[in-house]
């Protein structure tokens, strides 16, 4: 799927009802996914961000705190693996790491390289890149696990044929 094809499931996601009042919410609802071709993106499965550090997610120092910056890897990755699973299913973390390597600031704004590596019936793989100084320098990698559940976040994605697939009990799904 393109990045024009993305954007309106993009813009759906980050804006659904059920984000509105959850911890992951707002940081949604700032993504801005960059549409225009970018040096950082090589491949068509990944996604660029872009993100202001507010200074509700920095600690003392001025920089985002480490599980902050964790929450966008895991936001990212979660939106790199919805463009790659046709049927659009709800996932949930089995793990999620990271390395810091380099501080983002407050107000700083920042560039986010996400790509879903592999996604199989129950189990999809993720990575993303943060880039600070304007894509110039990465600040934290991660790798996410996430687990597949058998149902997706909102039907109105899916075709008549995919929504009769997601219907029909598992043992029939894999017979085919």
């Known amino acids: 799927m393109s990045i024009k094809q993305f954007k309106p499931l993009f813009e759906q ?10 911890f992951a919410g ?5 993504f801005k996914l960059i549409e225009d071709p970018h040096p950082l993106i090589n491949k068509e499965s990944q996604i660029l961000l ?6 509700s997610m920095c600690n003392f120092f001025g920089v985002a705190h480490g599980g902050a ?3 966008l890897i895991d936001c990212s990755t979660t939106l790199a693996i919805l463009k790659a699973d046709e049927t659009r299913r ?29 996604i199989g019936k129950t189990i999809a793989f993720a990575q993303a890149e943060i880039y600070n100084e304007g894509g110039r320098q990465i ?11 058998p149902k997706p976040w909102d039907h109105s994605f899916l075709s008549e044929e995919q929504r009769q697939k997601m219907e029909q009990p598992e043992e029939e799904t894999e017979k085919k």
């Open 50 to 55: 872009k993100y202001k550090v507010p200074k």
């Open 13 to 22: 996601f980050i804006h659904h009802p059920n984000l509105k009042h959850t």
């Open 26 to 30: 707002p940081i949604y609802g700032k």
């Open 69 to 71: 910056l964790a929450t």
């Open 139 to 149: 600040a934290v990698t991660g790798r996410q696990t996430k687990y597949i559940l």
């Open 90 to 118: 709800l996932t949930t973390t089995i793990e999620l790491s990271q390395h810091c390597l380099s501080p983002c600031h407050i107000s700083e704004e920042i560039l986010i390289k996400a790509e879903c590596i592999r």
